[in-house]
């Protein structure tokens, strides 16, 4: 079974930074390209970042670019999104996802906040 | 960026029914990569139909996707109680990937 665990997500000032952890079993982690996909409160899902199965190439969402930076681990299969510059536009439930284009695999989300 | 607009925004129908849900991309989708996802309230999305007609694994043959280039359709063929969730259509044919708004669909 492919279990998807995401970590790390809380209650940030605005301008504050966080990271946020994904670890992925039941799924062969190192050949697999993953992306992070929020959803803010009541809205719909927006893609955030994707990486390659080796980490070589990384992608952003024009909102996220800059402020961003997604990595993996394939040694730990474990995925992250180093986040700063925070702002409330940023509240949302994070999903790490495996893609294969389309996102066949979900994690059951992490809440991140941004608030004062 | 390739703009992916669903209607109706919500579709109130009754248990037995068919739904049928649109998307329409401002541009053509590449290779018909287009994807269907179902989230359920207060669920994760589950992927349903990639390449525009194709099941995922596990999902039941009621769900059908259609369509090419720029107007797509998923159709519901007898809704089950389980069926009512908000609906979300995903280009991946080209950067960056984009998802439509979504379309509810409610009990009538």
């Known amino acids: 079974e492919v279990q998807l665990v995401e970590s790390g997500g809380g209650l940030v000032q605005p301008g504050g930074s966080l990271r946020l952890s994904c670890s992925a079993s039941?799924?062969?982690?190192?050949?697999?390209?993953m992306v992070w996909v929020r959803q803010a409160p009541g809205k719909g899902l927006q893609y955030v970042s994707l990486i390659t199965s080796n980490g070589g190439s990384t992608y952003y969402a024009d909102s996220v670019k800059g402020r961003f930076t997604i990595s993996r681990d394939n040694s730990k299969n474990t995925l992250y999104l180093q986040m700063s510059s925070l702002g409330a536009e940023d509240t949302a439930v994070y999903y790490c996802v495996r893609s294969y284009g389309y996102y066949d695999y979900w994690g059951q989300g992490t809440l991140v906040t941004v608030s004062s | 960026e390739i703009v992916l607009t669903q209607s109706p925004g919500t579709l109130s129908l009754s248990p037995g029914e068919r739904a049928t849900l649109s998307c329409r991309a401002s541009q053509s989708v590449s290779g018909s990569y287009l994807a269907w996802y179902q989230q359920r309230p207060g669920q994760t999305p589950r992927l349903l139909i990639y390449?525009?007609?194709n099941r995922a694994t596990g999902i039941p043959d009621r769900f059908s996707g259609s369509g090419s280039g720029t107007d797509f359709t998923l159709t519901i063929s007898r809704l089950e109680p389980e069926d009512f969730a908000v609906y979300y259509c995903q280009q991946y044919g080209s950067s960056p990937r984009t998802f439509g708004q979504g379309t509810k669909v409610e009990i009538k």
């Open positions: 390449g525009a007609s």
């Open positions: 039941g799924l062969t982690f190192s050949t697999s390209a």
